[in-house]
């Protein structure tokens, strides 16, 4: 039996230009989660990381915190299965005309207007809002990756690692909250859309879900983990 690490990014740069960027306090984070790594003796055969910026970044501190310890860590095997969707980019397209066409999000720019401090919780609201219908095809944008692609790309990642992970192996997986909810999905064998979609709003960043892997099973054995983080700095973005 095997077993497969998750691990979410940490907090990205939430209402800047640029959201695929640590914050100061995911870096943070991630150092965190690389000294309870290695404070507990966790040791990875392979490690598989997406494409994006805050996956790799995160990657990069915890790997450093190793080899400060002089531990190995092996050397990140990019994976493009384990990109996060794009429902961000998405709404950064649509949002500008749904403020003036769509009443709830029109309602919540107008409090921001009038009350910044409001900015991240209506930002977080209208992300939801906007993420239910673009996950039901309501919603759909020209150069934005569907939904139901991302969900098929999920799978064929996590095929490759299945595929390559031998025997009473432990791998290392630095990947995104709507990547975890789908795989969690497959391994629940959840078909509700909307419900995987949802997942996404629990899971904290650093936090990690694990599953036992043999030859026919894919068993869920841990969801969104946090040992390491106190709770000032616990975040979901």
């Given at each position: ?115 910044p401090k409001k900015k991240n919780g209506n930002l977080m609201l209208g992300f939801e809002y906007f993420l239910n219908l673009w996950v039901t095809d309501k919603i759909k944008v020209d150069g934005i990756i569907p939904w139901k692609d991302f ?67 894919f068993n869920l054995l841990s969801f969104n983990e946090l040992p390491h983080l106190e709770k000032e700095m616990i975040t979901f973005v």
């Amino acid at each position: 039996m095997s077993k497969i690490y998750f691990f979410r990014h940490a907090q990205a740069s939430l209402g800047s230009d640029n959201y695929d960027v640590l914050s100061k306090k995911g870096e943070l984070q991630a150092l965190e989660l690389g000294k309870y790594l290695v404070a507990n003796k966790y040791k990875f055969d392979k490690i598989y990381v997406g494409e994006l910026t805050r996956q790799q970044h995160t990657c990069k501190i915890v790997s450093e915190v190793y080899t400060e310890n002089n531990l190995t860590f092996p050397k990140p095997i990019i994976l493009k299965g384990l990109n996060e969707h794009q429902a961000t980019e998405a709404m950064k397209i649509e949002i500008p005309k749904m403020i003036n066409s769509d009443p709830f999000i029109k309602s919540l720019w107008k409090e921001i207007e009038l009350d910044p401090k409001k900015k991240n919780g209506n930002l977080m609201l209208g992300f939801e809002y906007f993420l239910n219908l673009w996950v039901t095809d309501k919603i759909k944008v020209d150069g934005i990756i569907p939904w139901k692609d991302f969900r098929e790309n999920v799978r064929n990642g996590l095929k490759i690692i299945l595929d390559n992970t031998k025997k009473s192996q432990y791998i290392g997986v630095f990947t995104s909250g709507g990547t975890i909810s789908s795989i969690s999905a497959e391994s629940l064998k959840i078909s509700d859309e909307k419900k995987i979609a949802g997942l996404n709003f629990s899971i904290r960043n650093t936090s990690f879900t694990s599953f036992l892997f043999s030859k026919n099973q894919f068993n869920l054995l841990s969801f969104n983990e946090l040992p390491h983080l106190e709770k000032e700095m616990i975040t979901f973005v």
